[in-house]
């Protein structure tokens, strides 16, 4: 009888496999032994000969007794690893579920001899072994991701490749195998990742993304490396990454964008341009881990492709405003031109993205314009004219209703101002001849003439490199004379040249100038609200309004010049002072020609339309009346009478309701005998539009002439035309009256006054 500790024990594995081989006609008899001893070579020689056979047997075994045979395997790596791979390569043509466990063993046993095994059986058959790392993974992913960085060491392209396999069957158990990988050897295992996403970016990208939620920092280092060898595979696997685990992926960029700048942004703007709205997420989810590498990453690839990087930056605004105006604040200083021509192209082009990132990132340095030409404005309702080009000022255009003749701004150097600009943190510009302080004086015109100037500055290279100036931090301040201090305006880098940055902006009047710049990017100091645009459409010849709401986000007042821009170009400039946190409301009024105009004050834009004014109707003219030294009836619209018949005068002026034919109270025949008598009129008489009937008698002198009466319209109901004739004011040797003309008919018309 055996004790219980006895029968506790295990059986050793050994018998299992005698037993089995004991069932097989192909298998000999080599007496007792254990796995640590050396193989001798006449067996690994003959297990290379017939690798096939050996690997069946290993599958064989694998499936009742996976953690001796695992053992077993990577003993015999140890010895031999050529052979060994090959009957990996076989066993997992026979079983990759029972490989993979025997691969996960083996791996726990000895990762370093297992993955050398492990990248000749990928040599010899990736699809296969892949199934197999699949189902190891599953089992041991820690484990099974050492050895396939090993594997990657020898041969990164079949493990690759073999990644890839695994990747479509399991993309979890492979993705936790791969943060395994990277964390022992992020540069071979990026090498490997770069086949694989080239063989299936898809399902590398899902494997990616689950390695990422396991060790984000080595699976973006893995990455990094992955992009060195294969960007565009890479950025289409980083796609795939962030369609399944935004937030995984982000982080695993910012690791990438620490580990490797260059590389990585080469690989973002591969995976914009793939799917550039995931892609924009997993960048916004970066720039709020690590805002500076992500900036640096997003300068790379706008520089490569500014369409699809604005795309992506589209989507990444409205994923994290703030953190996204943070990077950019870092690419700018590592590409100022790539990044505000990405910005240009991407969020300045939708009013919800410019809206939000104009909220943190101030929209002088990066809203594209159109830098106006001389000539009219588009608009058409005024000129732009040259007034001005002297260095460092490259060129000053004013916009006048009228351009006066001989209109010119003198540019005057000032080389010791009264009260220097001292500001803290500021550099100013100086250059060979030159120190950064210009007096801009207007001959020929004043500031009120004026409804904008478009200024354009030049800053050497030399100058901004020497004092590691941030290119988007230069202000061309005014100097205030009423306050003495000076009123900084942010400009817009535009473009540059082999020695020279140009900027411009917009002013609404001239003074005292000075160029200075700092090595940190601007804070926003400004925003806008309340866009208002009334109305927003209009005919030809009319004026819209155009207001918004200015806060003041500094604890200062601080003076701000507001722009006016349409169809991207500056149309108008306002100079306000703005106290803290009180909404100023700014307001333009605007006329143009025919056509649809976008509108923008600040970050906030839309757009209205000026029709053209519909075409004039042609109207009749009233009859005019025959001259006379007396009051005359007006001519009707009663068919012809021969003589009109005096009304008997009437002692009181009872009102009658309108007829169909206006009733006169002038003969039209003369009475040369005629004696003078006054008219009867009520003391109270006050001219209405109804008729009422006057007693006049008439004066002696020439008789009035009676005139032609049109005749009635066809149709029936001709035109009614009332005439009521008031006498209001009589005077000794002379008079006056006072008509009063109500037309109705198919048209009512105003009264108006003869």
Request: hydrophobic letters at 40%.
């Amino acid at each position: 009888m055996l004790a219980d500790r006895i029968l506790a024990v295990e059986r050793s594995p050994f018998y299992s496999i005698m037993e089995l081989a004991a069932t097989r006609d192909d298998c000999i008899y080599l007496q007792l032994g254990e796995p640590d001893f050396v193989t001798p070579g006449h067996i690994a020689e003959a297990a290379k000969n017939d690798a096939s056979a050996v690997g069946r047997a290993l599958a064989k075994a694998g499936q009742d007794y996976p953690e001796s045979s695992g053992r077993a395997f990577a003993s015999a790596a140890k010895e031999n690893v050529e052979a060994t791979g090959i009957a990996l390569a076989s066993a997992a043509q026979e079983d990759a579920e029972s490989t993979g466990l025997i691969l996960a063993w083996a791996s726990q046993e000895d990762s370093d001899s297992t993955g050398q095994a492990l990248a000749k059986a990928a040599s010899d058959d990736p699809v296969a072994i892949g199934m197999a790392v699949a189902n190891a993974a599953a089992q041991d992913p820690e484990s099974t991701g050492k050895s396939v960085a090993r594997a990657a060491q020898d041969d990164p392209v079949a493990t690759g490749k073999a990644v890839a396999s695994s990747a479509a069957q399991d993309v979890v158990a492979t993705g936790r195998a791969v943060a395994s990988a990277a964390k022992e050897d992020p540069a071979a295992t990026g090498r490997a990742l770069a086949t694989a996403a080239h063989q299936d970016a898809a399902s590398i990208g899902r494997a990616v993304a689950n390695a990422a939620r396991v060790d984000p920092q080595s699976t973006g280092k893995a990455v990094a490396n992955a992009a060195k060898t294969d960007p565009d595979a890479t950025g289409k696997a980083v796609a795939s990454s962030a369609r399944e685990d935004v937030a995984a992926t982000g982080l695993a960029v910012a690791s990438a964008a620490k580990e490797d700048p260059q590389s990585t942004g080469l690989a973002i703007s591969s995976a914009a341009q793939d799917d550039p709205q995931s892609t924009g997420k997993a960048v916004a989810e970066a720039a709020a881990s690590d805002p500076e590498a992500t900036g640096n990453v997003m300068a790379v690839a706008a520089a490569k492709d500014p369409i699809s990087a604005g795309q992506a930056l589209t989507s990444s605004t409205l994923q994290n405003a703030e953190s996204t105006g943070s990077a950019m604040n870092s690419s700018a200083k590592q590409n100022a031109g790539a990044t505000v021509d990405a910005l240009g192209r991407g969020p300045a082009q939708d009013p919800s993205t410019l809206k939000k990132l104009g909220k943190f990132l101030p929209h002088e340095l990066w809203v594209p314009e159109d830098e106006p030409q001389i000539g009219v404005d588009p608009s058409g309702v005024a000129e732009w004219a040259s007034v001005g080009s002297p260095d460092p000022v490259s060129q000053i255009l004013g916009k006048f209703a009228d351009a006066p003749p001989g209109a010119h701004v003198a540019v005057e150097n000032v080389f010791d101002p009264d009260v220097p600009d001292l500001r803290p943190g500021r550099v100013l510009y100086e250059e060979p001849g030159y120190v950064g302080y210009a007096k801009l004086s207007p001959e020929g015109f004043t500031d009120d003439e004026l409804a904008t100037a478009h200024v354009t500055l030049s800053i050497t290279k030399s100058w901004l490199q020497s004092n590691q100036i941030h290119e988007w931090s230069v202000q061309f301040s005014r100097f205030d004379e009423n306050q003495l201090t000076w009123r900084p305006s942010l400009v817009k880098r535009v473009r540059e040249d082999a020695e020279r940055i140009f900027y411009t902006l917009a002013i609404p009047g001239f003074s005292t100038w000075s160029i200075t710049g700092s090595t940190e990017p601007p804070p926003v100091e400004f925003t806008m609200d309340d866009l208002v645009i009334s109305p927003s459409t209009v005919q030809e010849g009319g004026s819209i309004t155009i207001s918004a709401d200015v806060t003041n986000l500094t604890s200062q007042t601080l003076e701000y010049s507001a722009s006016l821009w349409l169809n991207n170009q500056v149309n108008s400039t306002r100079k306000i002072v703005v106290p803290p946190s009180v909404p100023i409301t700014v307001s333009f009024e605007v006329a143009a020609n025919t056509g649809s105009y976008d509108v923008r004050i600040g970050r906030l834009s839309g757009s209205f339309t000026v029709q053209a004014a519909p075409a004039s109707t042609p109207t009749a003219a009233l009859p005019a009346a025959a001259p006379t030294s007396t009051p005359t009836a007006a001519a009707t619209s009663v068919p012809p009478t021969p003589t009109f018949t005096p009304t008997p005068p009437t002692p009181t002026s009872t009102a009658l309701p309108p007829t169909a034919t206006a009733t006169a109270t002038a003969t039209a025949t003369p009475t040369p005998a005629a004696t003078p008598t006054p008219p009867t009129v009520p003391p109270t008489q006050t001219p209405t539009a109804t008729a009422a009937p006057v007693t006049m008698t008439p004066t002696t002198g020439p008789a009035a002439t009676p005139t032609a009466t049109p005749a009635p319209e066809e149709g029936g109901g001709g035109a009614l035309i009332f005439i009521i004739i008031g006498l209001l004011v009589v005077a000794g040797g002379g008079g006056g009256a006072y008509y009063f003309i109500v037309i109705r008919g198919q048209r009512r018309r105003q009264l108006r006054e003869v």
